[in-house]
């Protein structure tokens, strides 16, 4: 018997931030694990960014899918305030309410971020008895949080967070995050919180995006480089706390030219899509790093978010990928999915404890280089010099990442473990 789930992702296709791959991901395939998904989320004229059209037809057409109105971003702003979880708070509300008047449904999944429509968790379970399963793409409380400038609106959204989450995770029948290690610092800051009610669960990848890829044509526009050099391609956001690593692939690649002058100049680092906000022509921030370390020469940097299928277009025709995370043990990278299914070799460095390094190191096809600490993070640089002479001479050698691997990320999976979790809250 097919059940119904509520999803509350207040973005969602043709949004282009990367929290809409959870929600799009068990739209399509939940079905096929005995679940009926109601997505509720904004309508996409109250979004602040730019459209993704191409995105929005990879979404299957016979979803339901209920729109909300959400309060003007322009005068939001005024009161400092552009979280779409906040400007659609009341309208969120008022649609849930009626669809489990209306609907029935058996659970709702609320998938953040953002983080603030966790907060109807409680009034969810209280008033209709329907369990609520919270999804935590990244922790809502920030480790750096305790750093930030008093009276700052960081310090402000993280004092909210403190306050906040606790209400909500207290009421949820169970919680999901992307990783182990994120599971471990929610429960310890909350030891009443039962383990036995949380799960690891990945964001994924849906191989059924590289089959819509190959039919249609991609161009990168811009981002075309030159077939002659050997392209290492990041792909992704910049953000600080990647600073580090960052730093020192470039200083791994100013030795290699120190040691191999001719092979070095036939190198290139491409950076693309360093801004997060979408729509935006972007700063670029890598490429100063890169003129320090003194290699300016051999980086480039295009700081406008591409269009996702372009993302994946780009992704399939590198000679090498660049995955690079942060120095945070908990830090997931979903990019990584995407990259393995693309099949290109790649160069890793993340953090020995992220779940991103063990799945690379487990599918294999690339040259995985992890570290401890900051001490330990300067002394992978001669593995990072010779992994980029390796990829640069021979990038086949290489071979292709495991299928076998793969499979628990893939897209279908994860909504069987989405699904198994809600037949568990869901029982009488």
Not at 136 to 159: E, I, L, M, N, R
Not at 319 to 337: C, F
Not at 400 to 424: H, N
Request: aromatic share 8%; charged share 20%; with cysteine.
């Amino acid at each position: 018997m097919t059940r119904s789930v509520l999803i509350l992702s207040p973005h969602f296709p043709p949004s282009m931030l990367a929290g809409v791959h959870r929600a799009r991901h068990l739209a399509r395939h939940l079905p096929v694990h005995g679940w009926r998904p109601i997505v509720v989320r904004a309508h996409e004229r109250c979004y602040v960014e730019p459209g993704d059209p191409d995105l929005a037809a990879l979404v299957p057409a016979n979803l339901e899918q209920v729109r909300t109105g959400a309060l003007p971003a322009r005068l939001c702003r005024l009161a400092g305030v552009g979280d779409i979880g906040l400007r659609a708070w009341p309208y969120l509300r008022r649609a849930i309410d009626r669809l489990i008047v209306t609907e029935q449904p058996s659970a709702v999944l609320i998938t953040g971020s953002p983080f603030y429509p966790m907060l109807l968790t409680r009034g969810i379970t209280r008033r209709f008895g329907v369990p609520v399963v919270l999804d935590f793409q990244d922790p809502w409380v920030a480790h750096q949080g305790a750093a930030y400038a008093v009276g700052t609106k960081a310090w402000a959204a993280h004092s909210l967070a403190v306050a906040l989450e606790p209400s909500a995770v207290r009421h949820a029948a169970f919680v999901t995050s992307v990783s182990d290690v994120q599971n471990e610092d929610m429960s310890s800051r909350y030891p009443w919180l039962d383990r036995e009610r949380t799960a690891a669960i990945p964001i994924g990848v849906d191989p059924d995006d590289f089959a819509a890829l190959r039919d249609r044509s991609v161009a990168v526009g811009e981002t075309q480089f030159d077939p002659a050099l050997v392209n290492f391609n990041y792909i992704g956001s910049y953000w600080p706390r990647a600073a580090p690593s960052i730093c020192r692939v470039f200083t791994a690649l100013a030795l290699l030219r120190k040691e191999s002058p001719s092979l070095a100049s036939r190198l290139r680092l491409n950076f693309v899509g360093t801004d997060p906000t979408p729509g935006s022509a972007g700063v670029r921030k890598v490429l100063p790093l890169a003129v320090a370390a003194g290699v300016g020469d051999l980086v480039s940097e295009f700081p406008q978010r591409l269009p996702y299928l372009q993302a994946l277009g780009l992704l399939a025709h590198s000679d090498v990928l660049l995955l690079i995370g942060s120095d945070e043990p908990h830090y997931t990278a979903s990019k990584i999915y995407p990259a393995l299914m693309s099949g290109r070799p790649y160069l890793s460095l993340f953090h020995q404890a992220s779940s991103a390094h063990k799945v690379l190191v487990a599918a294999g096809g690339g040259c995985a280089i992890a570290f401890r600490d900051a001490g330990h993070l300067d002394g992978s640089i001669p593995a990072l010099v010779e992994a980029l002479r390796a990829l640069a001479i021979s990038p086949a050698a290489f071979g292709y990442p495991s299928l076998e691997a793969i499979e628990p990320y893939t897209a279908r999976t994860v909504a069987g473990q989405f699904a198994e979790v809600f037949d568990r809250v869901s029982r009488p």
